[in-house]
């Protein structure tokens, strides 16, 4: 091979690699572009969730001073029905009350009264055993042996007092080969629920939307829903009767229940009660199962930038603080 033969190989192979080279340097640099715009849209919705429920929170704390605390339903900046398209196509179980534009992106919230649940570190066995039924279709007996559990699961002793068969709790587990025993002690998310003896995916999605850990045990009697409601009270008429005056006042917020201390008086001046019916509805406002005040208010939402969607779910107290706080970031 000549010498001019030999430059024109060296040459060749020399273009190849450069050529090569500066493809993948292009390739480099566009992935680079790529993620560095794909953080920016993330740290754009980070932001956006964050100054949406910081705004929320302000609300909540001016809302809070007031007696009763009837922030939502009855308060809300309802969403641009135009703008809630594409989130409404991604979760078609969300209705969002409130929308805000930041950051070059859209961000929709749904706040919502978390003491209209049934707060499960202060549930009583017999309601328990009510909303169970009421919501899983499980028997009787089904029922008690799942309430029985979860009352066991908080008490502080080892004993299963309510059952005659296999009377203490560590044993109860151990016989099925369960690797832990009852934590005897307060829940601190819904979720562990499913860690409880005899729990099923049915029982548990039957009963999540209407039990929390969070709040001061009372249940909202103004904002709690009709299935909460239905099983505290046990007393058909009852129920309709303040169903009945929740209906008639939802848009008169001044004359819905107002006080702990009038609750009863105000039903009965307005419905009527039966002495029986007084009596039930006394003792659960003595006993501290209903209440009018609320303190944990749950933010649930979706921030949208360009390409990049982030969702949020988080409990916020009257003073604003956040009590669980949970965000996930998809491309979309």
Known sequence: MDKKGSIFIITMWTVLFLSILAVSIGKTAHMRIKFSGAIENRNNIYHMINSGIDAISGEIILESLKEPVLLFPYVVKKAKDEQLKLVRAMDKNINYNYSFDVFEGQLFLKVSDEQSKININNIGYDVLKRIIKDTS??????????????????????????????????????????????????????????????????????????????????????????????????????FDKIKSFRTKYSNDVQ????????????????????????????????????????????????????????????????????????EDFISI
């Open 137 to 238: 279709g499980l028997d009787e007996e089904q029922a008690q042996e799942i309430s029985y559990s979860i009352i066991d699961w908080v008490d502080e002793d080892n004993e299963r007092p309510l059952v005659k068969v296999v009377s203490n709790e560590d044993l109860y587990y151990k016989l099925d080969n369960i690797p832990y025993k009852p934590k005897n002690d307060k829940f601190e998310a819904v979720e562990e629920l499913l860690l409880i003896k005899g729990m099923t995916t049915n029982v548990y999605e039957g009963i999540e939307k209407y039990i929390t850990v969070y709040g001061n045990g009372k249940v909202n009697i103004n904002t709690c829903s009709d299935v909460v409601l239905k099983n505290i009270v046990n007393d058909k008429t009852l």
């Open 255 to 326: 004359n819905l229940f107002d006080n702990d201390r009038t609750i009863t008086k105000k039903l009965k001046e307005n419905m009527g009660l039966q002495p029986e019916q007084e009596k039930i509805l006394q003792e659960l406002v003595n006993q501290g199962i209903i209440g009018v005040d609320t303190n944990a208010f749950r933010v649930t939402g979706i921030a949208v930038s360009k390409n990049f969607l982030g969702e949020v779910d988080c409990v916020v107290d009257d003073q604003g603080n956040r009590l669980f706080f949970f």
